[in-house]
């Protein structure tokens, strides 16, 4: 594995082709609240794209034209969380998702447990550490383990997708599924804008 890790933004000439997998590291879990401090991406192919975020520096125009290209993949787990972030420090409102989160509700019925991890270990047969989760993402120079743990985040959402979208199709799910991460953007917005609570609820 090799992890590269840029400042502020990825090289103009790096190509990362048509499907790529996103994670994010923010200082907590409140987007509106808690800065955007890392961006993870891989193509799926073994290796790790780190951007690192200074506070109140995100211009990162490479980035922003890679997420904002309607014809790009863009595969997460938890995709709610990462978009609003995305879209709060970004400005890009990022399309054409896949979230395995989702996938894997619809597809593994039969679990309560659809965290990355469980479904690394269930789905992969990978078992993925968790150790730095909630270390300081903030911190101006990161450690090994933190850019290891990072770059964990998305090495195995290529092959995480291609397993849940086999069991979708087998369930014929795979539609839904599909619906499912088209309302996401709509479901970042109205995160952001003050509707956390579910809005088809009675």
């Known amino acids: 594995m090799t992890i590269n890790l840029y400042q502020g933004d990825i090289p103009s000439h790096l190509d990362l082709g048509k499907s ?18 890392l961006i993870q991406i891989s193509t799926g192919d073994g290796h790790a794209h780190l951007v690192q975020f200074k506070p109140d520096s995100y211009d990162a125009p490479n980035l922003k034209k890679l997420l904002s290209n309607p014809e790009v993949e863009k595969i997460f787990h938890y995709a709610r969380f990462d978009v609003a972030a995305i879209l709060i420090y970004l400005d890009v409102l990022v399309e054409n998702i896949y ?3 989702i996938a894997s509700k619809l597809a593994r019925t039969f679990s309560g447990a659809h965290g990355l991890k469980a479904n690394c270990a269930d789905v992969l047969g990978v078992d993925l550490s968790k150790q ?8 101006e120079q990161l450690t090994e383990k933190q850019l290891e743990y990072a770059a964990s985040d998305v090495l195995y959402l290529h092959q995480l997708k291609e397993k849940l979208n086999e069991m979708l199709t087998r369930e014929d799910r795979i539609d839904l599924a599909y619906s499912c991460f088209n309302f996401i953007p709509t479901r970042a917005m109205l995160d952001i804008s003050g509707w956390e609570e579910d809005i088809f609820d009675h």
């Open 99 to 101: 979230c395995t989160k």
């Open 20 to 37: 790529i997998a996103i994670d994010t590291e923010t200082m907590g879990l409140n987007p509106l609240r808690d800065r955007l401090c």
């Open 132 to 139: 730095q989760q909630t270390s300081d993402w903030g911190a």
